[in-house]
Structures are given as structure tokens and as C-alpha cells.
């Protein structure tokens, strides 16, 4: 079993930046692929970024320019950079780790960018 806990969301003004992270644990996640979806109201749950054990990297058009994803294996750790915010980024974003049969969700952190 693997426990994901996300942190670093909040309330930012339209142009500001947060850093979302995702620490996993209960095993080594070094192998899968990594990836942070988010939700808004009243909407899917869209990939906004994925991140594979060798480092290569899939952004959503929305947030290209805008977003980096990044990892760090040793530390069963993956980061979201979020520059630029804009309003339609508010969400509950999800951290999210998939293996070839496994597949794992955090609780989401909301990020919040009022209009």
C-alpha cells in the first residue's frame, strides 16, 4: 500500500505561484508513474501533469509555460511548480501514483486563484 500526502495549496492572487508536494510512503515509488490530476466544481478530474521514474514529463496545454513537475526518487517525492496562476486553475488538485496493476490517490489540496 501506498499513503500519498499532498501539501502547499492555498489562497493566491491571479499572476502569483505555488509549489504543490506529494510525499509518498509505505513503499517505493521510484518505478511508477507520478502524476497530479485536479477537479473543479462541478467538473472531471483532468491531468494536469505527469512524470515518469526517468524524468519525462506530459503537461495538459492548459498549464504548459506555466507549470513544472518534478521528482525526487530518493526522497519518494514529487513537486508541482505552479507559476502564473489564473482563476480557472482554482481546483482540488490530487496527487496520484501508478504502478502497472496499482493505482494510487492523495486526499487533493486546494488551490484557490479568485477572479
Known amino acids: 500500500q501506498v499513503q500519498l500526502v499532498e501539501s502547499g495549496g492555498g489562497l493566491v492572487q491571479p499572476g502569483g505561484s505555488l509549489r504543490l508536494s506529494c510525499a509518498a510512503s509505505?513503499?517505493?515509488?521510484?518505478?511508477?508513474?507520478m502524476g497530479w490530476y485536479r477537479q473543479a466544481p462541478g467538473k472531471q478530474r483532468e491531468l494536469v501533469a505527469s512524470?515518469?521514474?526517468?524524468?519525462?514529463?506530459n503537461y495538459a496545454d492548459s498549464v504548459k509555460g506555466r507549470f513544472t513537475i518534478s521528482r525526487v526518487n530518493a526522497r519518494n517525492t514529487m513537486y508541482l511548480q505552479m507559476n502564473s496562476l489564473k482563476p480557472e486553475d482554482t481546483a482540488v488538485y490530487y496527487c496520484?501514483?501508478?504502478?502497472?496493476?496499482?493505482?494510487?490517490w492523495g486526499q487533493g489540496t486546494q488551490v484557490t486563484v479568485p477572479s
Open positions: 509505505g513503499s517505493d515509488v521510484s518505478g511508477a508513474v
Open positions: 496520484n501514483v501508478r504502478f502497472i496493476l496499482e493505482n494510487y
Open positions: 512524470i515518469t521514474s526517468g524524468g519525462n514529463t
